[in-house]
């Protein structure tokens, strides 16, 4: 599709982009569209050739370091020598003396409230408005819908509501409310009748009796109780009339009449422009920022069809209550919205610079998505402390945070914002981040307000860095090797020891498999136990479920726990996971490259044809993974990695590929725009990239697959 252009000073602007900015973006704000332009122009021009500049950077620091490995070839690699390397060509920097991050005006949600972070396509806004919606989840639905109550003794979920399957859900309940809002005696299983609160005085008498924080009452009856635990509200809803027939056509099969137990859950949302969206040009760049203005004027909306029935989906409204002291009690309705815009790599095609180059993607996000928040600041829907929050991914070692820290201080001046209004959080998930993360958090000490890890883009660089040192271990293999358990806890060990505790998150990453939530409970809990005050869920249901950990353990005791532990090891954290003597079968290999390459074609796909960004993609065994362009990343670089030391073939692979596109066509036959990638491989562009990304994945910049993803769905668009 042909795109036209408007020059406007020295920029060449898509006019979709040009009508989005002037007639939505800035409508109703200080900022006129030629002010804005102008000082947007002016700032873009200064800032790009730093952007190139630190590009190249990472380039000659990769050849460094393939060249070192080369030389050293068939030894053992020494640490010491290996450290004063990275020292000399700059990678490594030196450590500076101790600070603590200084941000100021961050939300509670961020400070003082632990909790499920959900990371949503802001491409979606249907998506985005469920994940907005999810700070207040039922606990009763996301029990009786998942696995976490097994199907046996007839608790089956069925067509139609089952009250044996009910009666499960209420005891699972009961369970949790009598583990963490105890009474003074007896059990909430033991209550028969809606407790009562007269004169602000509930006569429940709770173990303790600060948990209790205000009310709802309806015909004189009490219709909702709001208790805390851990700084999390739970707001049991009791049906007053014994008529609601949400879950029980017949009626309420509790005895207490309690409706539901609904649970704050995902306190913080991501929303992404970035791994999970398909966004290549202005077309698609507008649909994301259109959703994220959508959302901090509060008036974004989806319209859909289900089971042949008309829905809108809005913003919920704020919740009300009583106080226990009788005063208005306002709580906030949805989650904390932050906005995760793109690295410093990729280029997009929506404005070209003086030179005809394309803009960087990630200063076109900066300026756009905080002038959306502008709207936000006026009247305080998504941040009461009037602070804009960016999390920004991919950056390689300090020199790229202190960019960024650059980058918004000129979207600050161009916006008339205050300086640090502002806030950076850190993904810690590239090499040259984790081994220097110390001095990356200095030059963000006044904007950081969060860090976090991502094993998957950090294992895609960890291969692709030291893709010389030799065949890597398999990925299986690569969350019990001794640099990832150092990644871990350094990001922790590190956060703690510059004052995040009580001021800033610390995060952990992805649940993939958003149908095994039973697996999740067993496991997910350890993120806490790790130190993290938010881990990541792929859906509200997750968030409803995981939050339930955040009950158990209180995770400001826990981190002070853990500072006293000793903090992980630099020399760990550069254990190469290079495999010793490798002996593999044929089978083992082949295994490992049938299960990489089923999941790479099974995302990339959807990715070219569909534009579908992040999607629920079934592995080789069939079970649902919720994929992102890391997953891609890993993948790709394993497999290039092992025909590089001549683990496989480029012939075998090839084979492989083609046989397990067979399997994927058949995995996606249901999906009626679905495009087959079999048995005319030469004309499905979707293989081509597939193959492109393991074939040519040696040779990408840091094995991101952005430039090949994007080039070739431009392909398919056009």
Request: glycine fraction near 6%; charge should be neutral.
């Amino acid at each position: 599709m042909k795109r036209t252009y408007t020059k406007i000073n020295n920029l060449s602007v898509a006019n979709e982009l040009i009508n989005f900015v002037n007639n939505e973006l800035l409508k109703n704000t200080k900022i006129s569209p030629e002010k804005f332009w102008l000082r947007f122009d002016k700032a873009v021009h200064e800032l790009t050739p730093r952007n190139k500049e630190l590009i190249k950077i990472r380039e000659d620091l990769q050849k460094k370091i393939d060249e070192w490995h080369i030389q050293n070839k068939g030894n053992e690699i020494n640490l010491e020598k290996y450290k004063n390397f990275l020292k000399e060509i700059g990678y490594l920097k030196e450590v500076g003396p101790d600070f603590k991050i200084k941000t100021k005006n961050i939300d509670q949600e961020i400070t003082s409230i632990a909790g499920p972070q959900l990371v949503v396509p802001i491409m979606n806004e249907r998506y985005a408005l469920n994940a907005a919606n999810a700070r207040w989840m039922s606990l009763y639905d996301s029990l009786y819908g998942t696995d976490i109550i097994p199907e046996t003794k007839g608790a089956v979920i069925g067509k139609t509501y089952n009250p044996i399957r009910g009666q499960k859900v209420i005891e699972y309940a009961r369970n949790f409310l009598d583990q963490n809002v105890p009474l003074q005696n007896g059990s909430w299983k033991d209550i028969s009748e809606i407790p009562k609160v007269n004169d602000n005085q509930l006569n429940l008498k709770l173990k303790n009796p600060k948990q209790f924080v205000g009310y709802v009452k309806k015909l004189d009856h009490l219709s909702s109780l709001l208790l805390i635990n851990n700084n999390l509200h739970i707001d049991i809803i009791f049906d007053i009339n014994n008529s609601l027939e949400i879950h029980n056509p017949e009626g309420n099969q509790d005895n207490a009449a309690i409706h539901d137990v609904i649970l704050e859950s995902a306190v913080s949302t991501i929303c992404d422009n970035e791994d999970s969206v398909a966004a290549v040009d202005a077309e698609d760049k507008v649909i994301c920022y259109r959703n994220w203005l959508g959302l901090m004027k509060g008036n974004l909306n989806s319209t859909f069809k289900k089971n042949g029935k008309n829905f809108e989906r809005k913003l919920n409204p704020d919740r009300n209550y009583t106080s226990k002291d009788g005063k208005s009690l306002k709580l906030h309705g949805r989650s904390l919205l932050l906005i995760r815009n793109v690295g410093h790599l990729m280029t997009n095609p929506a404005i070209t610079l003086k030179d005809g180059s394309e803009i960087p993607e990630g200063i076109m996000d900066a300026f756009i998505t905080a002038a959306a928040c502008l709207h936000d600041i006026n009247k305080k829907g998504n941040s009461r402390t009037g602070s804009i929050y960016v999390v920004k991914p991919k950056m390689h070692g300090p020199e790229e945070t202190a960019f960024t820290d650059l980058i918004f201080t000129k979207v600050e001046e161009v916006l008339e914002l205050e300086k640090y209004v502002c806030k950076i959080g850190i993904m810690d998930e590239e090499r040259r981040t984790s081994s220097n993360l110390k001095e990356c958090i200095r030059t963000l000490e006044n904007r950081v307000f969060f860090i976090n890890t991502g094993f998957l883009d950090r294992t895609g660089d960890e291969m692709h860095t030291s893709m010389e040192a030799g065949p890597m271990i398999k990925k299986g293999d690569m969350k019990s090797s001794k640099w990832i358990g150092a990644y871990e806890n350094n990001n922790v060990d590190i956060g703690l020891r510059c004052g995040f505790s009580g001021k800033a998150q610390i995060g952990k990453g992805m649940w993939a498999m958003p149908d095994k939530m039973s697996d999740m409970m067993e496991q997910k809990i350890s993120h806490l136990k790790a130190g993290a005050n938010c881990a990541w869920v792929p859906s509200p249901t997750a968030a409803a479920l995981h939050t339930l950990h955040y009950h158990e353990i209180n995770i400001f005791d826990k981190q002070k726990e853990l500072e006293k532990r000793e903090a992980a090891k630099l020399d760990d954290l550069l254990t190469i996971p290079v495999a010793d003597r490798p002996n593999w079968s044929i089978e083992e290999i082949n295994s490992e490259i049938s299960n990489s390459s089923q999941t790479l074609l099974g995302y990339v796909v959807r990715w070219i044809d569909q534009g579908v960004g992040c999607s629920k993609v079934p592995d080789i065994n069939n079970i649902g993974l919720m994929e992102d362009r890391a997953t891609l990343r890993i993948s790709s670089q394993h497999i290039a990695n092992w025909i590089h030391h001549g683990i496989c073939s480029s012939k075998q692979v090839l084979e492989i590929m083609k046989k397990m596109a067979k399997i994927v066509d058949e995995q996606n036959k249901g999906d009626r725009l679905y495009q087959n990638m079999s048995p005319n491989f030469d004309k499905s562009v979707a293989f081509k990239a597939a193959c492109d990304l393991v074939f040519h994945g040696r040779t990408q910049p840091s094995g991101y697959t952005e430039p090949l993803l994007h080039l070739n769905r431009l392909i398919k668009k056009n």
